[in-house]
């Protein structure tokens, strides 16, 4: 099965300040790494796929990059709605594992 | 608009069964294949397995492989998952997911979840 890390477990930010998270695969996945946003008592929302292309509807200043084995997600200035967790994703194989999810809290 | 809505969840003994549904709605379900993710309180999300569009692949996470099964009918815009032989650790919320026909296999819709738990 291919292990998916996510780093750090948890931030705390400011409103407006950039954010970035990191997600590293046991192996290649090409781009397929998806990322999801989960508010306390709700379902995941997908942000972005394949590494890079945002989900219609979500803000441009989520942004994704990388490929291969490492990723990173980005927030380009934090707004209060953005506090959550946030997991990624592979979908290169089954199982299509998850990471163990980044909490982003307010500081 | 997209709608996934899951129903079946509750309290069952360890080593019995349950069936989990999910009705979807606003979009042609038979062209979607279609998984469950489960959530234990507190902790990440887990994949738990996925159905092809008409039912011809199905594949499971390790976990769950050959106690649960997942099934469809796309007559009635509806996905199951038969759980068999439950244990304390399947106590999770399940919820099902719509995935995208982008080829990247991406969970673009997902239903509000239903909680199992597994308690004596």
């Known amino acids: 099965d291919i292990q998916m890390t996510q780093s750090p477990s948890s931030l705390s930010a400011s409103v407006g300040d950039r954010v970035t998270i990191t997600c590293r695969a046991s192996?290649?996945?090409?781009?397929?790494l998806n990322w999801y946003q989960q508010q306390p008592g709700k379902a995941p929302k997908l942000l972005i796929y394949a590494a890079s292309n945002l989900q219609s509807g979500v803000p441009s200043r989520f942004s994704g990059s990388g490929s291969g084995t490492e990723f990173t997600l980005t927030i380009s200035s934090l707004q209060p709605e953005d506090f959550a967790t946030y997991y990624c994703q592979q979908s290169y194989s089954t199982p299509r594992t998850f990471g163990q999810g980044t909490k982003l809290e307010i500081k | 608009q997209v709608q996934l809505v899951e129903s079946g969840g509750g309290l069952v003994k360890p080593g019995g069964s349950l069936r989990l549904s999910c009705a979807a709605s606003g979009f042609t379900f038979s062209d979607y294949y279609m998984s469950w993710i489960r959530q234990a309180p507190g902790k990440g999300l887990e994949w738990v397995s996925y159905?092809?569009?008409?039912?011809?692949?199905?594949n499971y996470g390790d976990s769950v492989k050959g106690r649960f099964t997942i099934s469809r009918d796309n007559a009635k815009n509806s996905l199951y998952l038969q759980m068999n032989s439950l244990r304390a650790e399947d106590t999770a919320v399940y919820y099902c997911?719509?995935?995208?026909?982008?080829?990247?296999?991406?969970?673009?819709?997902w239903g509000q979840g239903t909680l199992v738990t597994v308690s004596s």
């Open positions: 192996q290649s996945i090409s781009s397929y």
């Open positions: 997911a719509r995935d995208s026909n982008s080829g990247w296999y991406q969970s673009d819709y």
């Open positions: 159905i092809s569009s008409s039912s011809t692949y199905t």
